[in-house]
């Protein structure tokens, strides 16, 4: 899968759980959770969806390395691969 193609189902996925977000004014190096004022809660539901929706497993021990949105579509691309 191309990287442009995980970054739009992030972003979608990010859009179900901030329908409120802006993706052309996030900052994708920030962290994720204060940028769009997430709790751990939203995060670990983000995470399974997007896990579903790409059929990989994004292990809670590995949260720590998809702080920031380009983390995170660094961890997806390398888990696609």
Do not use: C
Not at 8 to 33: G, H, K, S
């Amino acid at each position: 899968m191309e990287r442009n193609q995980i970054e739009t189902v992030v972003i979608e996925e990010l859009q179900n759980i901030a329908p409120e977000m802006e993706a052309d004014l996030l900052d994708w190096d920030e962290d994720l959770r204060e940028e769009l004022d997430i709790d751990s809660m939203d995060f670990m539901i983000l995470t399974v969806a997007l896990g579903k929706r790409l059929g990989v497993q994004i292990p809670d021990r590995d949260h720590h390395l998809i702080t920031s949105f380009n983390k995170l579509v660094d961890y997806l691309q390398r888990s696609l691969s």
